[in-house]
Each structure stands twice: as C-alpha cells, then as structure tokens.
C-alpha cells in the first residue's frame, strides 16, 4: 500500500497524463476511502497542483490538451461562462435563426436563449438540445451525428451534411484555444470540419470563450479570427491578448 505522500504524487502523474480523473478511479486503484481522497485533494489543490470538479480532479498544467468530460468542463469557471453566455444571448433578437456549437460555455449561451421569443435554434450537443427541449419559444432542432466519447457532441457524416444544408442569422462557436495569429484551435480533428461548416452558415459568428484560452493553441486548426464576427470573452485577459485581438475582442466585466 502506498503512503500519503506516494499516493499523491500518482494521482498529479495521471491526471497530467489522461486529464480528467474520477475519484472513483483512484480510490478503487489505492484501497483508500472517498474521505482520504478527498483530504488528498484539498492538499494537492491548495498546493496548486490539481483542479477538483464534482466526482473527480483536473491537471492544472495543459488541461487545455485533454477533451475531458462535460459536467467537469461546465462547472470549471462556471460563473464567468454564464456571463458570457449572457452577454452572448443578448446578441440574439427575438425572431431569428441560432446555430450553436457544442461545450460548456456554449450550455450557458444556450440557458441564456430561454427568455427570447420564436427562435429556431439548431445544435449538435445534446446537453444543449435537452436543455432547451421543453422551451415552447424555441424551435429546436438536433443535427443528428455520432456521439463523440465520454462528451455529448455530434459528429460526422450526417452532422456536417445537416449543417451545410441549413443558413442562420447567427452562429456561437466554442474553441479549445484561440491565437491571435494561428486563430481558433481544438484539441481534436473530428470536430472541426462541423465547426467550419457552422461559420459558413452564418451570417455572424461569435466565438465565446473564457479568458484562459486566449493566447494558447491546440492540436487542429479550425479557422483564422479574421472568419470570426466577434471574439468575447472576459475581463481576466492579459493586456498583451487585449492588444493581439483588437476590435474583434469583446470583454465582458466578471
């Protein structure tokens, strides 16, 4: 049996290595209770070294590299992802045509959307299509697709034909990681060729993302800022990522 100090070490090491853990996970691999883990938590995040979520941890070091699982992404920086869903959905008039993307902060643009009126509204994320499932307001459409792994988005074949086929007054993407230079980047390549065909279908599109994604990049390019209407996101960017974006930048107080 390994003691506090190993235990520990291990845990950061596989979080470092596959993203997000369960603390199931490691109380089943360690012999340990849910109370020691949770006390081997606080310890590692009070020394920065993980990221606790319900039901489990995050690296703090390159969480962007990890597609790791959708209730975990959406509690992370939960309250700023809400403000930007609000700022997002006020961008929305009654009456018109919405693509929205999949992810966490695309949830709380989507929670945002439920007060408008008479819109058609069309997402590959299923988190997004339940929310909004029992909204009379709403004309709800799911593009169809393969479930991505371990998160609720829609992909392939039949998702890209759906999109390509559709046009809307405004689209919300969402992004692993955005440059100024590279653009809008994800941690994987099976979402992009959806996430390029919603910016061809719209007549705006509005990237949302939450300030510690600006200045990074990620595996798969998805398209230049220069394709994007807006990029908002809030007032935690770093000077530097002010002056990178420009006018295109949108910053919402948190």
Known sequence: MTNASERRHLMVERARKTGYVPSKVVEDEFGVDSSTIRRDLARLEADGLVIRTQGGFLPVESK???DYP??????????????????????????????????STMWHVANHLKSRRNLTVTTNDLQIALLLSECSNVNLHVTGGVQVESVYTLV?????????????DIAFI????????????????????VKQAMLRAADSAVLVVDSSKLGKRSFA?????EELSQVVTDSHVEPEQRKAFGKLLKIVEV
């Open 64 to 66: 962007e590299s990890f």
């Open 70 to 103: 959708y209730e975990p992404r959406r509690q992370f920086r939960s309250s700023i992802k809400s403000r930007l869903g609000e700022y997002a959905a006020g961008l929305v008039k009654d009456g018109q045509t919405v693509l929205i993307d999949s992810g």
């Open 156 to 168: 392939g074949p039949a998702t890209l034909d759906y999109v390509n086929r559709i046009h809307v």
């Open 174 to 193: 969402g992004a692993e990681a955005v440059e100024a230079e590279l653009g809008v980047s994800n941690v994987n390549v099976i979402e992009v060729p």
């Open 221 to 225: 390019k998805v398209c230049g800022i």
